[in-house]
């Protein structure tokens, strides 16, 4: 009576460990290169665990996820090292690619960079190049409307017309 439930048990033994083979496999064992860099992967969601230099992204798909092991982090994401896992963490809403979460470097359409955030327009004292979409410091003689700072010929000087003289300027 003992051999038959002892087999008993290490069939039903077998059966579970295969069931689990069938959902978590180690790195290397095919799923089309969908495991590389895994310590532990599912065909359902992909990987789950990371070797220790690699992120772990995890990219979803309406109420799915799945899990993919990367050197970098795509755009729109960045890397935080961990203890225990590194993960990619996706930018803030007008950043199309950042060091951090507070710290832009691209923006998106409609937004200007100005020191690390993304801002609708350019504040005060700056200007928007629509190439670079950047927020530049003006430089001291750039106003607003204004090109140069020359002193105008017809400037008035308390209701009388100032007739001065330009000085020269000191250009090498």
């Given at each position: 009576m003992r051999a038959p439930l002892c087999l008993l048990l290490l069939v039903a033994h077998a059966v579970d460990m295969l069931a689990l083979n069938r959902r978590k496999k180690q790195v290397g064992t095919g799923l089309g290169g969908n495991c590389t860099g895994c310590?532990?992967?599912?065909?359902?969601?992909?990987?789950?665990?990371?070797?220790?230099?690699?992120?772990l992204f995890i990219r979803r798909e309406g109420?799915?996820?799945?899990?993919?092991?990367?050197?970098?982090?795509?755009?729109?994401?960045?890397?935080?090292?961990?203890?225990?896992?590194?993960?990619?963490?996706?930018?803030?809403?007008?950043?199309?690619?950042?060091?951090?979460?507070?710290?832009?470097?691209?923006?998106?359409?409609?937004?200007?960079?100005?020191?690390?955030?993304?801002?609708?327009?350019?504040?005060?004292?700056?200007l928007a190049h629509q190439n670079t979409r950047e927020c530049q410091e003006r430089s001291s003689g750039q106003k607003k409307g204004r090109k140069d700072r020359r002193p105008r010929k017809d400037r008035k000087l308390d209701g009388r017309l100032d007739v001065r003289p330009r000085q020269p300027s000191l250009q090498p």
């Open positions: 310590i532990i992967c599912s065909e359902e969601n992909g990987c789950s665990t990371c070797q220790q230099r690699l992120f109420i799915r996820q799945y899990g993919k092991c990367l050197h970098d982090c795509p755009p729109g994401y960045f890397g935080i090292r961990g203890q225990e896992v590194n993960r990619c963490k996706k930018c803030g809403a007008t950043c199309e690619s950042c060091f951090s979460q507070d710290f832009c470097i691209r923006c998106k359409r409609r937004f200007y960079l100005y020191k690390g955030k993304c801002l609708p327009t350019c504040p005060p004292g700056t």
